[in-house]
């Protein structure tokens, strides 16, 4: 059918082009991250609000409304889950989600996001909330706009529709019932951990450590994982993040303290296991949902995977603690492997969530999801924040934080307009433990292999098994492929006991 | 007239939106320059073709050319000299040299200068002008292909036709009659220099300065004169270049050689004599005429005043030579003020332009421009640029380079297309000139001022005498404006020799 084959051209075409310019829309936020001057924020924000404009209309043209009506048939003729039917099916679903959005909603999010994203940055340092609410107002009530326009699908709440954004297909209904059984085992687990009266000295973590020689030792290990520097680059910014330009151009960014060694380590390390996805998907899609990442969820399963299963492990660090005493020979004197491999892996109640240990990270989580949800559907008000985040702290953490940057105004998210993504990072944290035994199955002992420094074997089966797919799978189907198994919380509650009980002894 | 005033505003809007939508281009580039990870650079081709696309449908969008007939009226109801009047002017301007090119030009132009800079990059590098001509002969047919379709002004020739691209009203006849005596003097002070025997001790400036203070006095030194850091940054590229983003961004680019002090420091001076001019147009005007340069030729007064006028003086130096001890305490032990002094002042014949004195420049900028001019109206075919360049560098220097890379080859520009842009560097200078002696006559005594570090009265005298103005009077016009007289040489030439022959003693 070469009319068919035509249409389908021209809408990957279509859809081609307009990802180069959502790319230039991704440098605009890079850079702004990274290397914008303060006076040129709004100039910056109105960039980027054309640009998204430009996309948003492109993502709406009726034409592409035309050329979907005419693909109805390739699900059929190629099968469900062919490429083809992939790129159609998720073309579709962009296009119902843009045509329900006004082109001037879409500009004031993007303007309103920067905005508020540069005032969020001011309040969080003069740790004054007051000075952001009204932006979160405002954020918050374009989202409900968002998510009315979009609609609520069918059974479902108001958060589903922001969060199908993120994690297509999933319902909140869906992640109150896997996260459930995750809070009860992270009960059970911390409250086990803190009767043993175990703690290690991680103060061996807070000594110094040359912020120069901190960014040459994350450069090594990012590229012991297979990220590749001569298609990406690591800067500093305020809030670390990874972003995919496009083809050959994946974009980290950390920050330094001189007397924090993990956070920027592992946030390298972390955002380096999100770049390797995205340099892992399909070039010559790009464009297509097959060159796009399948999920949030799953691209954060990558990079826990490297920051935490791998990154955390003993093995890993009988490979890299030479290295690391040779390049902190101050800070690590006399320290031995064990004590250094304890130390990383503490568990204790903290106030930040990106740093804070693998058992608490998922609470952190889900105080975030169950505000976020108030938010949206109207059960908590912007200025009631402050307390609500302090008072389910309290409850969950037993401690409340002293002041709103240690509390409610850490996280970049809600300035940026992403409401209903804070779930997909536990969902991440499941879906890699799920990953992370299947690929012990299929490639033998991975211990041995890190304690060797070989990272290669587990990073290109990541590549065939999940990068090299792109969008083609829903992230719960992609998961059953490679594991045989829907996905559950299972592998991750294993991976947390197997992992904290022995160093507590508990 | 309300109709008319709608009709403007509507203009205005469409110009300021491709105004932002060309602003992301120019984050594009200056990313390309300073940032972007190798393998990134077929999708920035990519990006940046398509913002150049988008931004040519939008500039010849048949509205505008709806919008310029109804506001023919705007120059006799508001006067020839209004604001107003400018922007319908401009606007009209740009409209029918846009409208007059066909895309596929367009494109050609654009694919043909990426390629060609990048074996002009190859063929520089081995010092190879075989491997060039195709390219440089490519790229004279399309620029004559250009100026064919914009069309040649009455009584003028065809090399007016790209001179008017950077350089709007100038045209070859009057360039040649105010070059004329330019030549002359310079050869008549060249020559008595010459004769004079004397020579500078200029082996001070290739001592060792490390790379990280040049940085930071080149960096103070940009910021004395009047460049905001908060509204620009400073960065490394192979060119040096600054790129004005849009208001409040604005972007200087080095390069240190740790053995050359001059490279850096005058450079980023250059640069931000660049910066200091469009940091000073009005923001408010953004997207139209009035918010941007009047010419390159202003542009480049605005560097070249602040770089050599200023900052080659004894006064600045007064002022700067004891930071300038204090960084390089190593290399500048011992040396005296005024032998600094003479030292960045050395003047003699050498190959590349932009290392060259302020004598020996313009002759750099003459011989390029009878070149350009040669190849442009045929008399001159790109095989024979390389014999051409130097039986005129032998003429004007008594020197021959000794390979391509230190003769014909070593600027960018013909391989980018800008072929009319190097007669603009010499407008600069004399326009600089001009514009110092009236700041002189306004300002009072600048060299005391200098002395003292106070450098605020001449920028701000700039920033409402020329900046303020952006494109509303054509560039000889500003400076008949500004400072009562024409442009001549006149001025440039009394400072070369009021600068030079006391220093040489002739």
Known sequence: MPDLQQTYTALVEHLRETAVLRSCGGLLGWDEQTCLPPEGAEHRANQGALIAGLVHERSTSPKIGEWLTELAVVEGLKGAES??????????????????????????????????????????????????????????????????????????????????????????AEINSVFAPLREATVTLLSDIRGSGKRPDDSILTRSYPVDAQGEFAKKGASAIGFSFTAGRLDVSAHPFCSGIGPGDCRLTTRYNEFHFPGAFFGVLHEAG?????????????????????????????????????????????????????????????????????????????????????????????????LEQQLIDGRLEARDVPDAWNSAFQRDFGMTPPDASLGCLQDVHWSAGLLGYFPTYSLGNM????????????????????????????????????????????????????????????????????????????
Not at 293 to 316: D, K, T
């Open 274 to 370: 999100h770049g390797i996805y995205e340099q892992g998907l399909p070039r010559a899609q790009f464009g297509t949902c097959l060159g796009e990442a399948a999920s949030l969820g799953i691209h954060e399963s990558q990079s826990r995977m490297w920051e935490n299963l791998v990154g955390r492990s003993l093995p890993f660090w009988k490979h890299f603690y030479p290295q690391a005493q040779a390049a902190f020979s101050d800070a690590l004197k006399g320290v031995k492997l064990e004590e250094f491999h304890a130390a990383i892996n503490d568990v204790q109640p903290s106030w930040i969530r990106v740093e804070a240990d693998e058992i608490t990270y998922n609470l952190h989580i889900m105080l975030r999801f169950e």
């Open 83 to 172: 490429p083809e039917a992939a790129v159609v099916r998720e073309a579709r679903r962009n296009y119902e989600r843009s045509t329900k959005l006004p082109r001037k909603l879409v500009e004031e999010l993007s303007r309103v996001g920067t905005l508020s994203q540069q005032e969020w940055v001011v309040a969080k340092k003069n740790k004054d909330f007051a000075h952001f609410e009204p932006w979160l107002t405002k954020m918050i009530g374009l989202k409900r706009e968002e998510a009315q326009a979009v609609g609520i699908p069918k059974g479902g709440v108001i958060y589903d529709a922001l969060l199908d954004d993120y994690e297509p297909g999933a319902s909140t």
């Open 431 to 506: 879906f890699a433990a799920q990953l992370f035994e299947a690929a012990r199955e299929k490639l033998g002992d991975l211990d041995a292999m890190f304690a060797r420094g070989e990272f290669m074997p587990l990073k290109e089966w990541l590549n065939t098994s999940v990068h090299a797919h792109g969008q083609r799978y829903r992230s719960g189907r992609l998961i059953e492929l490679v594991t045989g198994k829907k996905p559950t919380p299972d592998a991750l509650i294993r991976h947390l006991n197997s992992r904290f009980r022995p160093l507590f002894g508990v």
